[in-house]
């Protein structure tokens, strides 16, 4: 039974070489992208049976990313794909990248269904209610761009590259040791959307503000663009507690709504986070004070879990084998879907209810 999971293990090597290439260059070119995957599937996919003393005959089948993500990116793991379960009769199973996202907590520990899930990555920032492997409900999502691409973008304009203990990181990574050491409260960015009563999230108008803060300390300071600002640590703290507060001023309506209307079971009520950005451990603190006010139980995969990585999408292969959903014999045709929406949305229902949230008192570390 868990073998394709053993499999598809290895395919986190392959992603690495993906995380190297944005780390580098502060974000993904497609073209490099499709480049890196071509290079490197066949050998990582071939390393992976032999690590695991696996034989493609063995396994039970095979699941792949087909939705939603880069094009270029897609078309090469499908078609590896399609010709690798072909060639050796396999099952194969479609996987949306995003789902993979929400249900990766239950490989780990005892997360059952119906539970709230808020997703953070670099493409996408979405809260839904997960009621089944293949049932969402679709409560808010961005605007704009997502938070991880935020993040990218204010450490890209620091040129935080150039500072020597975040050369290797990524732009969230940077942000977040940098603000261990600075003073949020010299910045204060206003969260977005903070008349808006649903739980949809907009990251493009704080990255508009932090823009023009640097620029006007890059002034004061008498330095260019592209110099290293002293205040670098403030802005970096300031930034990453107004994402923290939208995000959890989102997750907050959405759990009263949720109560609200029954969509969580009154027993043990589960916050799910997961993505990119829930790696980051000042959010999750943040999201520890609304669990706790609420009542919920929050789960958060470890960071290795959180970021793109092929056990989810084992996983999830696994989760559907299981319940016989969305598993298709080896010579149907699939297409990759670029753009794919989560579950049922019911973003306007949420924006009708108008919930205004109470206010609470977060529990903020005191280094940031
Ligand atoms: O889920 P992910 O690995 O890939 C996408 O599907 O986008 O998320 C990558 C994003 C990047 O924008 C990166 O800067 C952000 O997650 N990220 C973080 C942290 N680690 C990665 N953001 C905040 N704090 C972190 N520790
Ligand atoms: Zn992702």
Redesign the pocket.
Known sequence: MTLELLYWMRLVQYWESLYIHRKRSGGIIPTVAQQLHRENIERVVQEALERSCVTPGQLSAVATTVKPGLALSLAIGLEFSQRFVRQHNKPFIPIHHMEA?ALTARMLQPVSFPFLVLLV????SLLAVARGVDDFLLLGHTLDIAP??A??KVARRLSLIKHPQCSTL????A??LLAKDGDRTLFPFKTPMGQTYDCCFSFAGLHNQITLTIKKKEAEEGVEQGTLLRCVNDIAAATQHTVASHLAKRTHRAILFCKTNNLLPSNNPSLVLS???A??QYIRKVLTSITETTGLQLFCPPPKYC??NGVMIAWNGVERLREGKGILPPHVDVRYEPKAPLGVDITAEVKAAAIKLPSVRMKIPTDG
């Open positions: 996202h990555s670099g493409g996408h991880g691409d993040l990218d990524s732009g969230g990574q942000i977040e993505g990119g950005v790696s980051n970021t793109d």
